[in-house]
C-alpha cells in the first residue's frame, strides 16, 4: 500500500539518516524570525502596526527559497521515486516528507471531488510552540504564523513539475480546532522551449 | 467557627529592576463562604517592602528559594523565590484564608506551614515564566523601566501567563505535590 511504504520509508530515515537538532532551538529561532519581520515591516505611514499581509508573504517567499533547495535533500535521502498520482503525493509529503524534517505526520484529508485539492491537517506544530500572538487585534485575523511551511510545499513541488497553490484555511493559534492547510494543484508544468530567437 | 487552613492571597512577580510585572489577587473566603476581596494597593505596598528582604539576604542566600521572607502579622507571610536572572517570585499566604474541606485538612491549617509546602507553586510559577519567555512575542526589554520610552504598559499582558498564575494560586493547598 502506498501510504504505509512512505510511512516506512519516513521512519527509516528518521531513525538513521537525520541529524537531530533540538527543537527549542528550531522553535526560537523561527519565532525571533517572524517577531523581526513583525517588527520591520510596518504599515506605510505608521510607526508601530504592522503589515501582516507582507509578514505572510515574506515568509511564503522565504519558504519558497527553502523549498527549492530541499527538495534534492528530501530526494536524496528517502530515495522514493516519481509519485503516479497527487493522491501518492499527498501521502509523500505528509508521511515521509514532514517526517523527515519535523518529525511529525500531518493527516491528508479533505480530498475535493475533483482529487485535485486536499487539506493537511497538523495535530501538533513545532514552529509554534508557547507562542501567542501579539494581542494588538489584527494579529488574530490577519497573521499566518507558519506561514513558512506554505512556501516549503510550494517550491518543493515546483522542482517536481506541480505548481501549486498552499494556504493556511485554520490555525490553532488564531483559536481554531486545528491547523489545517489547504494544497490546490493548478497545472503539472510542462518544460517549455525558450522562445525562439527569430 | 470553621476550620482554617492557608491559601494564597497574592502572587506578585517583580523583575530584575524591582519593577513589578505582574500581580495576582485572590480572594479570602469569609464567614458564610462569602467571599472578601482583597485590597490592591495594600498588597503592592507589602510586595514592594519585601524587596528590602530580597536585597539584605542576597549575599548570605545561596540557593534560589527564600522561603519565609516576613510573617507580617498572625495572617498575613511572605514567601520568596529568586531566580537566576533576577526575577522574584512572591507568595503572599493568608493563614486563615480557606474553610476547611475536610477535617483531615483542618490539622493541617492548625499545624502550619512548612518550608517546603510552598515549593510546588513556585515550581509552577517558574514553569509559566519560562513558557512565556519562550513566546517570541514577548519582549523583556519592553517590560523594563529603564529601556522604555513612552506610555507603554508594563505589565505582563499575556493570558496565558496570567491564567497559570490564577490557576496556581487557587489550586495550591498546603501540602500538595504537583500543581
Redesign the interface.
Known sequence: MASSKAARIGEDVWKSRTEKINT?IV??T???I??SL?RDLLLPNTTSSTDYAAVNAELDRMGYNIGLRLVEDFLAKSNTGACQNLRETAEVISKTGFKIFLNITPIVSGWSSDGKSFGLVFEENPLA???????DGRSQEELWYSNILCGVLRGALEMVQMQVDVRFVSDVLRGNDTTEMRVTLLKYIEDEMPPDDE | MEARIPSIACIGVIGRHNNPLHISLFPAIGPNSTQEPRDKLAFTFMLNSSLDIFEARMPSKTSQDFGLLHALDERIALYGWLTNTGVKLVIVVDMEGRIAPTPEAAKIGVLGLRGGDLLPAFNALQTAYVRLLQNPFYVPDDHDPKLVRGHRALEIQSPKFIREVERTGQAWYPGIVTI
Open positions: 527549542e522553535t526560537l523561527y519565532g525571533t517572524v517577531s513583525c510552540d508557547f507562542v501567542e500572538l501579539p494581542d
